[in-house]
């Protein structure tokens, strides 16, 4: 699983820095290299170009011998320290939702849930911000890969704001836009959900050995449920927006994760895994 993740990861990250250094004039090697081997995200353009991000950019403007430039330097510092606060939070509730309380369930599958639940929140909801926070703090516009996905009230705002944006970044510059416009945009969803489906089948379903189809059908219906929301049906019954937008995006998205994250892959590949680590 790691594998076939690290090899898709690489390759997308190797084509948004490709396509970006084309349209850059320069930039700096440290910049490169920690685009590509310390920051998860696939925003090269911003990451790469020489420019400072939009609040540091002033504050690091003044020399850091003078007084003024000291004091800035002092307060992104503390700045820096107080947001950091939230994903270390976050990081250390994974770890006892891994360590501690997955040990304690019952039944294996409610086990294997609470492990993968609690990597989600040490890696996408602690590591990976803190590690945009220190990227900001030094003046690289780095944009956080998960923004309040909880908050979402649209399917639309979930996948392409929220969740994941450094993969919802790669599909809408490369892949959508163009599909768009030869396909049209009912179609270049559907494709876009397929082909993130197939891809979380190799992820998921070919290191499991079994399952194959459930992530793709999963996303599938996010896709059709995109429709669905944009259609004068979903404006008919107020699903685009509000609470009744909020319900039916967490139903649709969180109720038939058990299809995305099948059972198999929970028994061969999840528990598995924690008890590598040595945490069942």
């Known amino acids: ?3 076939m993740a690290g090899a898709i990861f690489l390759g997308c990250k190797w084509l948004t820095f490709r396509r970006a250094s084309r349209g850059l004039r320069s930039y700096p090697l440290s910049r490169a290299f920690g685009y590509l081997v310390l920051w998860p995200g696939m ?6 170009r020489s420019g400072s991000a939009r609040a540091p950019r ?4 003044d020399s850091p011998n003078s007084c003024r430039g000291l004091q800035n330097l002092g307060r992104v510092a503390r700045d820096s320290t107080r947001v950091a606060c939230a994903p ?3 990081m250390i509730f994974g770890a006892v939702l891994v360590f501690v309380l997955a040990r304690h369930a019952t039944n294996p599958l409610l086990a294997g849930w609470i492990g993968m639940i609690g990597l989600i929140f040490i890696l996408h909801f602690g ?4 590690t945009a926070i220190a990227w900001r703090a030094v003046g690289v516009q780095a944009r956080p890969i998960m923004n309040a996905a909880i908050r979402a009230t649209s399917l639309t705002d979930f996948w392409g704001r929220r969740w994941n944006g450094a993969f919802n970044q790669l599909f809408l510059e490369i892949f959508f836009v163009r599909l768009a416009r ?5 179609r270049a969803t559907l494709t876009a959900f397929l ?3 197939l891809i979380h089948e190799l992820v998921i379903s070919l290191p499991a050995g079994a399952g194959y189809g459930l992530p793709t059908g999963y996303f599938l219906l996010q896709g059709w449920g995109i429709v669905t929301q944009r259609s004068p049906l979903g404006k008919r019954w107020g699903m685009r927006r509000g609470v009744r937008g909020w319900v039916f995006t967490m139903a649709l998205t969180a109720g038939p994760a058990v299809f995305l994250f099948h059972p198999p892959f929970v028994w061969r590949v999840v528990l598995p895994f924690m008890q590598a680590i040595g945490a069942l």
């Open 182 to 186: 030869k396909l049209g945009t009912v």
């Open 43 to 48: 925003d090269a353009a911003n990451f790469l």
């Open 1 to 3: 699983m790691w594998m």
């Open 195 to 197: 082909v993130s489906g």
């Open 88 to 90: 270390i939070l976050k």
């Open 127 to 130: 590591l990976f911000d803190l």
């Open 58 to 61: 002033a504050e690091f403007g």
